[in-house]
């Protein structure tokens, strides 16, 4: 290996892109490890506090591209406290006075300030993306920075963020000059929107293949900005509300009928369902729909639709469409790899209008599928072992049952012979989430079956510290566990304490872990924060050791305690 | 999960309470108290429920009216992003606020009010109307609007022109209705 000059390595490593593969890479031997740093470009922190931004710098001098995760994933339910951490500013500082050559910049579950945009937008001369996803913190203003500053960007993509809106100035902060656009998604901006700048703006952008608008662009809009971009490949309407008998709705029927490059639809967050058919002509070629947002689709609709879908995908939909409709898409959809189906009516558990029958219609029509998210009023374990043999694939399986400990309605059994099935069938199964009434059995079956699994997620389930035991023993490759409201405890949690450095992170709230096992724990592995989040009164000094946690998040890192932590996060 | 929950003599201010715990569970936190016997891992469930202080669904008495929605913290699992927008939505189609339009009926002395947040499609609100001016105002149909019938609702809108109720889906019509006029077939048909 030493008779290669370091540039032809370099370009041998250049084909390497798995983050995986190229820290494999970097241990062979000093001179790959050298050669890798310096040629490393993507770097993915799948927890932020894992690392400090001054040692990823040292360590990759020439990042580009850099992916950081903050608050754990409970976070997405309310179940972290706002001010837990997660902020971005530390970063963005420690890259700029390095003078990082930073591109791309993908975050999610962070806060974002504005002045860490406006730093962003003017310490980066090539930044080029920037992708948030689910995190908040930030107003327009921000926006209006990276807008006015970033020259070269490409992609701004905001998912599901919570953006203060300053009302739709920042558009137009786009320089006329500002050619290079690929990508706009503000489809999570709540408030108006400058349709002129918008209009403008798109149509100087020759590039743009994705664009997602929000709800206060109206149809007519959306209508000119079609004419002005056919080339579109990703489409998000905003609201698609007027009448079908119009000129405009004319128009717009036109409009879409010269983007015959639309590969993808979502949006529709207010909607006429009357007109809908002006969207049939682009249905044919779609491979990714995204109806989860369009509250005002009834079932009959959305079927309509969909039959005309021959090679969808990825389908995301709301559990009005119902088991029969979920029927016309297993006879319809038969390219399908992932379904999501949302409730509608999330907090009504008796209103949920999809039960098993959805489920086992599209696994019978639908063997491709390897992706699941599945809200649903009930299901059995013949559902889910009959699910387990139709579709072998899955990688992806998240059951929620609206009513988080219901048993199996036909036989009034726990739902661990279903769930079982699946892990045993489904032998690449890398992400879980169970629901519904389960014993310690399932989770027997999953150490004992699910050898792929890396992410699992555990609600109102167990008996027993023996149900976590299990899971921690069998499953090599966990990295992610989230457990809320089991009954586990200390001795599961004390048993085998090394395992958490192959982790990435444990939650645990509402079990039975008490604070003294977590101090045990803390002392013992130096390489894990442990966090305890108290949101009662009680001091730490007033909580005595054999007290139970309401909230424990530990990880591992290489950094040592952090030092952003607020008054309710304790650091064990 | 159905308890029996006495509303007769107190508030029952329990039942609204947001907490950690299950629904039905009872006063400590429930989240202390969800650890179950440890059957054997092959025992019947449908026999040994007494010691879980989480009821079953459908274990107690089905008739008991089933009790105020306890939400649980955190579920069902969707995003914040997520649930603002259907709480949002819910707010929009008009929980709580009502939206009173005044009603007139050529040849009648007075005008009513009806408040359009109480129905949830045409044919409720025209039934409504049909009652509340002992009338009858038959089917609507896109080509031919009430043809047919002695009289056809009509409405102002934001842009103060008088159309026909029915044309635009409902939840347009509730943001765009003024207020209602009942017209007479004769003088109606000049509009279809």
């Known amino acids: 290996m030493n008779y290669f000059p370091d540039e032809v390595l370099e370009h041998v490593f250049d084909f390497i892109t798995s983050h995986k593969d190229r820290n494999s890479v970097s241990l062979v031997c ?98 080029k993306s920037l992708v948030l996803v689910s995190c908040e913190g930030f107003t327009t203003d ?19 963020n919570e953006v203060e809106d300053h009302r739709g100035h920042w558009l137009s902060c786009f320089p006329e000059n500002c050619t290079s656009l690929v990508l706009l998604n503000f489809a999570c901006l709540k408030g108006e929107i400058n349709l002129a700048s918008l209009e403008r703006l798109v149509a100087r952008s020759p590039n743009l293949k994705s664009l997602r608008l929000n709800r206060a662009v109206p149809f007519d809009t959306l209508q000119r900005l079609l004419m002005r971009a056919p080339q579109l490949v990703d489409l998000g309407t905003g609201s698609y509300v007027h009448d079908p008998y119009s000129e405009a709705y004319n128009k717009l029927k036109a409009a879409i009928q010269s983007c015959n ?164 069938s489904c032998k690449g199964l890398k992400r879980l989430s169970l629901s519904g009434l389960l014993t310690d059995q399932v989770f027997y079956y999953i150490g004992m079956h699910a050898k792929q699994l890396e992410m699992l997620s555990i609600a109102f389930a167990g008996d027993s510290d023996k149900g976590m035991l299990y899971v921690l023993n069998g499953c090599k490759k966990l990295r992610k566990l989230e457990i809320r409201d089991c009954p586990f405890g200390d001795a599961a949690l004390l048993e085998d304490m090394g395992k958490y450095e192959t ?37 730490e000094f007033n909580l005595e050791d054999r007290q139970k946690v309401d909230k424990m998040y530990l990880y591992r890192t290489v950094v040592g305690h952090r030092k952003d932590a607020p008054e309710f996060v304790w650091l064990l | 999960m159905e308890t029996r929950v006495n509303y007769k003599n107190e508030l029952n201010l329990m039942a609204t309470e947001l907490r950690l715990g299950l629904p039905g569970s009872d006063d400590k936190p429930s989240i202390r108290n969800n650890k179950r016997n440890s059957p054997d891992i092959s025992e019947d469930y449908s026999s040994s429920k007494s010691s879980s202080s989480i009821t079953m669904p459908g274990d107690d008495d089905q008739d008991s009216p089933p009790p105020a929605k306890e939400q649980v913290v955190g579920w069902p699992p969707i995003r914040s992003y997520r649930r603002n927008c259907i709480q949002n939505t819910k707010k929009n189609k008009g929980e709580g606020t009502g939206m009173y339009v005044k009603v007139s009926m050529d040849g009648a002395p007075y005008l009513r009010k009806i408040d359009l947040r109480v129905y949830k499609s045409y044919p409720q609100l025209l039934k409504a109307l049909e009652t509340m001016f002992k009338l009858t105002i038959g089917e609507y149909s896109e080509r031919e609007g009430y043809n047919g019938s002695d009289y056809a609702p009509t409405y102002e809108d934001k842009d103060g022109d008088w159309m026909l109720v029915g044309d635009v889906p409902w939840e347009m019509f509730v943001c765009c209705c003024k207020r209602l006029r009942i017209m007479k077939g004769s003088e109606a048909r000049g509009i279809v």
Not at chain 1, 328 to 351: H, I, M, W, Y
Not at chain 1, 407 to 414: I, S
Request: net charge positive.
């Open chain 1, 30 to 127: 000093k001179s790959w490890y050298k050669i890798e740093k310096y040629s490393r470009q993507r770097v993915f922190i799948g927890n932020c506090y894992s690392i400090s931004p001054e040692r990823l710098i040292a360590r990759f001098p020439g990042l580009k591209s850099l992916t950081l995760k903050g608050k754990p994933h409970f976070a997405d339910f309310n179940l972290v406290p706002d001010d837990w951490g997660g902020f971005l500013y530390p970063w963005i500082k420690a890259m700029a006075r390095s003078r990082i050559g930073l591109e791309e910049l993908r975050l999610k579950r962070m806060v974002v300030s504005d002045e860490s945009l406006e730093l962003l937008s003017k310490s980066f001369p090539n930044f």
């Open chain 1, 142 to 160: 921000g926006l209006a920075a990276v807008a006015a500053n970033c020259r070269l960007l490409r992609e701004l993509d905001l998912q599901e």
């Open chain 1, 261 to 424: 490059s639309i590969r993808s639809l979502s949006g529709f967050l207010e909607v006429a369902p009357r007109c809908m058919s002006a969207v049939y002509p682009v249905c044919e070629n779609l491979t990714f729909l995204n109806l989860s947002y369009a509250a005002g689709l009834q079932s009959i609709e959305l079927t309509k639709l969909i039959q005309y879908c021959r090679k969808l995908q990825r389908l995301w939909i709301l559990d009005c469409i119902g088991d029969k409709g979920l029927g016309v898409v297993a006879s319809t959809c038969k390219e399908l790899q992932e379904l999501r189906v949302f409730p509608s009516d999330p907090f009504d558990a008796g209103n949920a209008a999809v039960t098993e029958e959805g489920l086992v219609l599209v696994s019978a029509g639908c063997p491709k599928l390897n992706s699941l998210l599945y809200f649903c009023q009930q299901m059995t374990n013949a559902a889910l072992i009959t699910v387990a043999k139709n579709c072998t694939n899955f990688i992806r399986f998240r059951l929620c049952i609206l009513d988080p400990i219901k048993p199996d309605p036909v036989t009034n059994q726990p739902l661990d012979e279903g769930f079982g099935a699946i892990v045993r």
């Open chain 1, 503 to 539: 982790m990435r992170s444990l939650w645990m709230s509402s079990c039975e872990v008490t604070l003294g096992a977590c101090k045990t724990l803390a002392k013992k592995m130096p390489s894990l924060n442990v966090e305890i989040i108290n949101e009662s009164e009680q001091t």
